[in-house]
C-alpha cells in the first residue's frame, strides 16, 4: 500500500515563496507519473501542476511561471517551488499519481495560506 507525506506549507505573505515535499512509499514510485492537486475552501480539487518519469512538466494556466514541480526518484519525492504567492493560491495541497492510480487513497496534505 502506497503511503503519501505531504509537508512545507505554512502561512505566507502575497509574494512570497514556499516549497512542498511528498515523500512516498514503495519502489515503483520512478515508474509513476506524479501530480500536485489542491483543494480551495468551497472548490474541487484540482490538479496544478504534473511531472513525468522522465521529468516533463505540465501546469494549470493559473501558475504556470509561477510554481516549478521537480521530483529526486532516488530519494522517491516530488516537490512543488511556489513562488510570487497569490491569497488565490490558498489550498490544502496533495501529491498523488496523475492520473490516480490508488483508488479513493490521498495523503493528509499539507494547508497552504496566502495572507497579508
Known amino acids: 500500500q502506497v503511503q503519501l507525506v505531504e509537508s512545507g506549507g505554512g502561512l505566507v505573505q502575497p509574494g512570497g515563496s514556499l516549497r512542498l515535499s511528498c515523500a512516498a512509499s514503495?519502489?515503483?514510485?520512478?515508474?509513476?507519473?506524479m501530480g500536485w492537486y489542491r483543494r480551495a475552501p468551497g472548490k474541487q480539487r484540482e490538479l496544478v501542476a504534473d511531472i513525468t518519469t522522465g521529468g516533463s512538466t505540465d501546469y494549470v494556466n493559473s501558475v504556470k511561471g509561477r510554481f516549478t514541480i521537480s521530483r529526486d526518484n532516488a530519494k522517491n519525492t516530488v516537490y512543488l517551488q511556489m513562488n510570487s504567492l497569490k491569497p488565490e493560491d490558498t489550498a490544502v495541497y496533495y501529491c498523488?499519481?496523475?492520473?490516480?492510480?490508488?483508488?479513493?487513497?490521498w495523503g493528509q496534505g499539507t494547508q497552504v495560506t496566502v495572507s497579508s
Open positions: 514503495g519502489s515503483i514510485f520512478s515508474l509513476i507519473r
Open positions: 498523488n499519481a496523475y492520473p490516480l492510480r490508488w483508488g479513493d487513497y
